[in-house]
């Protein structure tokens, strides 16, 4: 067996740029999947670089909105009837998180993580070559009702608090910006100027691995089907080659709390389930930069295969069978405010959010567990985080001093071990 000083499980985003950083802490380093590096949450995302994501989703708090969800009559929330029971005890969690006070607890924990995105992700695509898979145009919130207008004008006075790019825009103003957007039903919209919007997520996340090998780090493509403590290090069964790390990195995303609850460290964590579909504009129209359509629960964001319309959450078991109900009822939606052609692709993709109930991740070392530890649960924003978290849990490993306080991140806040 061979035994490195660091396995980390999951190449993904998350896992890819752990993996980076740990090798050019001088660790040997595995990293592992059943996939290629990147093919999963990691790809099928809107492709955001969310500068200004510091305020979390939260659950709704307002009976009108609870009901409408309830009943299926929304848009940008669905879920399965069959599923309740298994998802039931998150969402309790996740609506008990979502107070103002403890909402405003979760945007300043987010503002030392999100402060870090841009360049994290810029050193690595540097060094990577992969500059050309991202554009620097920010993005846009589209309104359609005047008080979602009002709303969005008291975060973007926040954001503008914390030095961010944040710009109202009239339907003017956003026909300046994007001039095939038909306004007529709009009112205005909502310019982040400082996210980065990537045409590829999945290519950038490989080209992120392979300067990971270049770095000397080295790749196995296994399922990963079992983590034991022996001998002082972690043994990782595969149907592949088995190997041992004297740390082991959990980065498997929305796979992540099946592994920890088979060595007893339990997390309250759940999925949102999301969509997409390419479709081709029609004719000579373009999109300039992503947008989200605030009121129906939608985003179009231009990419290298077409317009990736994604949907907002599905509450359901991870593996239940996909139901793309919502792409299907956005789609005539977001017809009415671009011209989207024929979809390129045989079937919607389905891919899972990893989500805390507090919408922050986990990064850190996992209770009564030595040599365990834990990053995962990056929710909306795991493209986004992915490398500024990856450095900020290598300086954990390694003993260096964090560049922000990781208290607030800390599996501690949930975890018991049996
Ligand atoms: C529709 C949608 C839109 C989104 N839009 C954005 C956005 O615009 N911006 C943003 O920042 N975030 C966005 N996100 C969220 C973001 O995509 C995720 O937070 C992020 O990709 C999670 O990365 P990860 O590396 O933790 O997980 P993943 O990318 O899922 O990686 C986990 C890896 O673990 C591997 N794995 C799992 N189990 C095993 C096993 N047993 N053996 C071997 N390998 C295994 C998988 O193959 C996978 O490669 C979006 C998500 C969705 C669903």
Redesign the pocket.
């Known amino acids: 067996m061979t035994t490195y000083d660091a396995v980390v499980?999951?190449?993904?985003?998350?896992?890819?740029a752990t993996a980076i950083q740990l090798r050019k802490r001088g660790l040997s380093v595995a990293l592992?999947?059943?996939?290629g590096?990147?093919?999963?949450?990691?790809?099928?995302?809107?492709?955001?670089?969310?500068r200004e994501?510091v305020h979390p989703y939260v659950f709704p708090r307002d009976p009108r909105t609870i009901i409408g969800v309830a009943l299926k009559r929304r848009t940008d929330a669905d879920y399965h009837l069959s599923s309740l029971p298994s998802v039931a005890p998150f969402l309790m969690r996740y609506f008990a998180a979502s107070t103002p006070e403890r909402a405003r607890k979760t945007f300043e924990a987010n503002i030392p993580l999100f402060a870090r995105c841009l360049e994290a992700h810029e050193a690595l695509m540097m060094e990577a070559g992969s500059q050309d898979l991202v554009r620097k145009t920010g993005w846009i919130k589209l309104f359609r009702k005047q008080a979602s207008a009002e709303e969005a004008d008291v975060q973007a006075r926040e954001l503008r608090e914390i030095g961010l790019a944040a710009s109202m825009l009239d339907n003017e103003a956003l026909n300046a910006l994007e001039p095939d957007i038909d306004t007529s039903r709009l009112a205005g919209g909502l310019h982040y100027g400082d996210p980065w919007c990537c045409s590829n997520?999945g290519a950038l996340?490989k080209s992120y691995a392979a300067l990971y090998e270049k770095l000397g780090g080295e790749t196995v493509t296994?399922?990963?089907?079992g983590v034991q403590r022996r001998d002082g290090q972690w043994a990782v069964t595969?149907n592949g080659p088995d190997i041992a790390g004297e740390q082991l990195v959990v980065?498997?995303?929305?796979?992540?709390k099946?592994?920890l609850d088979a060595v007893g460290v339990t997390l309250p964590m759940g999925v949102?389930?999301?969509?997409?579909r390419h479709y081709k504009p029609e004719g000579e129209a373009k999109l300039n930069r992503?947008v989200l359509d605030g009121d129906v629960g939608y985003?179009m964001?231009p990419m290298a295969r077409g317009v990736r319309l994604?949907?907002g959450a599905e509450f359901a078991r991870q593996d239940a069978p996909a139901t793309p109900r919502q792409l299907q009822r956005v789609l005539p939606k977001a017809r009415e405010v671009f011209p989207l052609g024929e979809s390129v692709d045989e079937r919607a993709w389905l891919?899972?959010?990893?989500v805390l109930p507090d919408m922050l991740p986990v990064i850190g070392a996992a209770p009564k567990n030595p040599g365990l530890w834990l990053h995962?649960g990056?929710?909306?924003?795991?493209?986004?985080?992915?490398p500024a978290t990856a450095e900020l849990v290598s300086q954990l490993i390694t003993g260096e001093t964090p560049y922000c306080d990781p208290a607030p991140y800390s599996p501690q806040r949930f975890t018991r071990a049996r």
């Open positions: 499980l999951g190449a993904g985003i998350v896992g890819v592992v999947d059943r996939r590096p990147g093919e999963e949450t990691s790809h099928g995302n809107a492709g955001l670089i969310q994501g997520p996340v296994a399922e990963i089907a595969t980065t498997l995303g929305p796979w992540s099946r592994l949102k389930r999301g969509y997409h992503p985003v964001a994604t949907s891919g899972a959010r990893p995962f990056h929710a909306h924003h795991g493209f986004t985080l992915g």
